[in-house]
């Protein structure tokens, strides 16, 4: 069975910087496009950013200069580094794996920007 496991959210001043990482078990990490989402109070799931598994990355026009998605296959790790951040980041954060028709997800971190 797949699983995804979240690091890293908290709270951070705007402007400042969280890194979340996402462990995935349960199957060969290096095949999943990896994918971080993320869903506010009201608001709809969005995507954030996505790395294939030949590691081409695209982001939200939203956060685009300000996060950097990466991945680790040796430690079966998925990272995004958020820099910049503003009061409108705030959310819960997900980590999704994807191979094919199959998409897995985490339970989800909570980012919160706010002085």
């Known amino acids: 069975q797949v699983q995804l496991v979240e690091f890293g959210g908290g709270l951070a001043q705007p402007g400042g910087s969280l890194r979340l990482s996402c462990v995935v078990s349960?199957?060969?990490?290096?095949?999943?496009?990896m994918y971080w989402y993320r869903q506010a109070p009201g608001n709809e799931r969005e995507l954030v950013a996505g790395?294939?598994?030949?590691?081409?990355?695209n982001y939200a026009d939203s956060v685009k200069g300000r996060f950097t998605i990466s991945r680790d296959n040796a430690k079966d790790t998925v990272v995004l580094q958020m820099t910049s951040l503003k009061p409108e980041d705030t959310a819960v954060y997900y980590c999704?794996?994807?191979?094919?028709?199959?998409?897995?997800w985490g339970q989800g971190t909570q980012v919160t920007v706010s002085s």
């Open positions: 999704s794996a994807r191979w094919g028709v199959r998409q897995y």
């Open positions: 349960g199957s060969i990490f290096s095949v999943y496009d």
């Open positions: 790395i294939t598994s030949g590691e081409y990355t």
